[in-house]
């Protein structure tokens, strides 16, 4: 019988009873391993890889139910540890039954759960915590990897102690079956991951695993959820210090959505022109030797910079700021960058953004159309670095159709503005010669214009004639001649009085 100190029996529900069992540890952790040690043959060693989990699996039991929560832990370790070494199938069975067995016997300790799990992934996943093992670094094969991965997900779910751990075995999850083709299901083991509500995990953490999460939905083409997972980061988190290289991934896999999905010219310009701050605030912060906001991982951006630099992100945000549909917005965005000093070591677009800001008709095509036309984002889908396949970075020529259509249109809807400011009225034929348009054309764009309400016309078919100004009626005409009256009044009392104060001035 052992002689194994005791805290007390529990006294009105106040403390739990608790043996110390330190000494017997050591002793049956001894004999089990000696157990092994011994064995000289395969089928020696599994026999007794059988007897040393079965002493020590009994004395883990007495260890829990008597709270000697140290030596349950140091069990618990030995056990995985003899299974890893001592089973000599590939497959490592024995360490995942055991793994198993311990994690879901009654009562277990919490403390028990997560030891056994932190003991298990140095085994399988890299110091991240989610990169599989490969090569002679991992102690195992890789299918046995593979299945402890599964295994180590499977017994942190649901577990709130553990919720770390799950989100970043779920990761490795998914990496395994992306390296095996199946980006669908990788992208449906991440999505069971509500990672924005752990509080175990740091906020960059966070934004990288929701970015993953991105990118796979992008993958499978499954924009509906890309953008719903996109919402999760806030923007004010990619302006902390040390986001800079996440804030470039994220607007770069957004920008992928919005030119593959929506097309929408104003969105991706404001992807790109993100990506561009995030880059001057990297080089500015190098020049001055400190950090800014964004500083914190400007080797990463500097890398990234390699792939996109800060004039290519530049020439992206002008081309598709031409491309956006015009509005209050655009226009002061425009006005915002053409004061960019930097924008006067591109010039083709400092020229084009000056034309669309003139109140000038511009003639088509542009002095450096095909030069803005040449930038790779103009006819690629996939604008960022981590969507990259062998099969999926091929000039798109519907998508070059597309923007060089909607430049077309953009022009001459610019045009139709400037006209709009000079004429009252204007004959059609006029018009199309204007805008080198034929007459059907023509009437077809301002149609689209006064429809979206951007612009006001009636046309007069029989006469051949546009209307840019509205028709006033006769209120608006008397309420017009009476500030005017009201007006003039007012000057001419103003006049008579300085003329009388000169008068006095003189007469003295």
Same mark, same amino acid.
């Given at each position: 019988?052992?002689?194994?100190?005791?805290?007390?029996?529990?006294?009105?529900?106040? !403390?739990?009873?608790?043996?110390?069992?330190?000494?017997?540890?050591?002793?049956?952790?001894?004999?089990?391993?000696?157990?092994?040690?011994?064995?000289?043959?395969?089928?020696?060693? #599994?026999?007794?890889?059988?007897?040393?989990?079965?002493?020590?699996?009994?004395?883990?039991?007495?260890?829990?139910?008597?709270?000697?929560?140290?030596?349950?832990?140091?069990?618990?370790?030995?056990?995985?540890?003899?299974?890893?070494?001592?089973?000599?199938?590939?497959?490592?069975?024995?360490?995942?039954?055991?793994?198993?067995?311990?994690?879901?016997?009654?009562?277990?300790?919490?403390?028990?759960?997560?030891?056994?799990?932190?003991?298990?992934?140095?085994?399988?996943?890299?110091?991240?915590?989610?990169?599989?093992?490969?090569?002679?670094?991992?102690?195992?094969?890789?299918?046995?990897?593979?299945?402890?991965?599964?295994?180590?997900?499977?017994?942190?779910?649901?577990?709130?102690?553990?919720?770390?751990?799950?989100?970043?075995?779920?990761?490795?999850?998914?990496?395994?079956?992306?390296?095996?083709?199946?980006?669908?299901?990788?992208?449906?083991?991440?999505?069971?991951?509500?990672?924005?509500?752990?509080?175990?995990?740091?906020?960059?953490?966070?934004?990288?695993?929701? %970015?993953?999460?991105?990118?796979?939905?992008?993958?499978?083409?499954?924009?509906?959820?890309?953008?719903?997972?996109?919402?999760?980061?806030?923007?004010?988190?990619?302006?902390?210090?040390?986001?800079?290289?996440?804030?470039?991934?994220?607007?770069?896999?957004?920008?992928?959505?919005?030119?593959?999905?929506?097309?929408?010219?104003?969105?991706?310009?404001?992807?790109?022109?993100?990506?561009?701050?995030?880059?001057?605030?990297?080089?500015?912060?190098?020049?001055?030797?400190?950090?800014?906001?964004?500083?914190?991982?400007?080797?990463?951006?500097?890398?990234?910079?390699?792939?996109?630099?800060?004039?290519? #992100?530049?020439?992206?945000?002008?081309?598709?700021?031409? %491309?956006?549909?015009?509005?209050?917005?655009?226009?002061?965005?425009?006005?915002?960058?053409?004061?960019?000093?930097?924008?006067?070591?591109?010039?083709?677009?400092?020229?084009?953004?000056?034309?669309?800001?003139?109140?000038?008709?511009?003639?088509?095509?542009?002095?450096?159309?095909?030069? %803005?036309?040449?930038?790779?984002?103009?006819?690629?889908?996939?604008?960022?670095?981590?969507?990259?396949?062998?099969?999926?970075?091929?000039?798109?020529?519907?998508?070059?159709?597309?923007?060089?259509?909607?430049?077309?249109?953009?022009?001459?809807?610019?045009? !139709?503005?400037?006209?709009?400011?000079?004429?009252?009225?204007?004959?059609?034929?006029?018009?199309?010669?204007?805008?080198?348009?034929?007459?059907?054309?023509?009437?077809?764009?301002?149609?689209?214009?006064?429809?979206?309400?951007?612009?006001?016309?009636?046309?007069?078919?029989?006469?051949d004639i546009v209307r840019f100004s509205k028709k006033r009626s006769e209120e608006e005409v008397l309420s017009d001649w009476a500030s005017d009256i009201k007006q003039l009044l007012g000057l001419v009392e103003e006049t008579s009085y300085l003329i009388q104060k000169e008068n006095?001035?003189?007469?003295?």
């Amino acid at each position: 019988m052992s002689s194994a100190a005791t805290s007390g029996k529990a006294t009105g529900g106040q !403390l739990e009873e608790r043996l110390d069992l330190t000494n017997e540890t050591t002793q049956k952790i001894a004999q089990a391993t000696s157990l092994l040690q011994t064995a000289d043959s395969p089928t020696a060693t #599994a026999a007794a890889l059988t007897a040393a989990l079965s002493l020590l699996s009994a004395h883990e039991k007495k260890c829990r139910t008597g709270n000697d929560t140290p030596s349950l832990l140091l069990v618990c370790q030995t056990m995985l540890t003899l299974a890893r070494d001592g089973d000599a199938s590939s497959s490592k069975q024995v360490l995942r039954d055991t793994l198993q067995q311990l994690a879901t016997r009654r009562s277990q300790k919490s403390k028990a759960i997560s030891c056994m799990v932190e003991t298990v992934l140095p085994w399988i996943v890299e110091a991240d915590g989610y990169t599989p093992l490969s090569g002679e670094e991992c102690p195992l094969d890789v299918e046995a990897r593979d299945a402890l991965i599964q295994a180590v997900r499977s017994i942190a779910e649901g577990k709130m102690y553990l919720e770390a751990e799950f989100a970043r075995m779920s990761r490795s999850r998914a990496i395994l079956l992306e390296g095996e083709g199946d980006v669908a299901e990788a992208a449906n083991v991440l999505g069971e991951v509500h990672v924005e509500t752990y509080g175990s995990l740091s906020k960059r953490e966070k934004v990288e695993f929701v %970015l993953e999460q991105m990118r796979l939905n992008l993958m499978r083409k499954d924009y509906v959820r890309a953008h719903i997972v996109s919402n999760k980061i806030k923007k004010s988190t990619l302006e902390e210090e040390g986001m800079a290289s996440l804030k470039v991934k994220y607007y770069s896999l957004l920008a992928s959505y919005y030119q593959q999905h929506d097309r929408d010219a104003l969105e991706l310009a404001k992807c790109f022109h993100a990506i561009y701050g995030t880059f001057t605030g990297v080089m500015a912060s190098d020049k001055t030797g400190g950090s800014s906001k964004n500083g914190g991982g400007g080797e990463n951006v500097m890398a990234a910079e390699e792939t996109m630099g800060w004039k290519e #992100a530049l020439t992206n945000t002008v081309v598709f700021l031409c %491309l956006s549909e015009y509005s209050n917005e655009v226009k002061d965005m425009m006005e915002r960058i053409r004061l960019d000093p930097r924008l006067e070591k591109i010039v083709e677009c400092r020229d084009t953004i000056k034309a669309f800001l003139k109140n000038e008709i511009m003639h088509y095509p542009l002095p450096h159309q095909t030069t %803005l036309e040449s930038i790779p984002a103009f006819s690629t889908a996939t604008l960022s670095p981590d969507l990259v396949t062998p099969g999926n970075n091929q000039p798109d020529e519907t998508l070059r159709s597309h923007w060089h259509t909607t430049f077309h249109t953009r022009i001459i809807q610019h045009n !139709l503005r400037v006209i709009s400011m000079y004429y009252r009225r204007i004959h059609l034929s006029r018009l199309s010669q204007l805008l080198s348009l034929p007459s059907a054309e023509a009437e077809s764009h301002i149609s689209q214009m006064v429809s979206s309400g951007s612009l006001y016309a009636k046309i007069d078919r029989p006469k051949d004639i546009v209307r840019f100004s509205k028709k006033r009626s006769e209120e608006e005409v008397l309420s017009d001649w009476a500030s005017d009256i009201k007006q003039l009044l007012g000057l001419v009392e103003e006049t008579s009085y300085l003329i009388q104060k000169e008068n006095m001035v003189q007469s003295h």
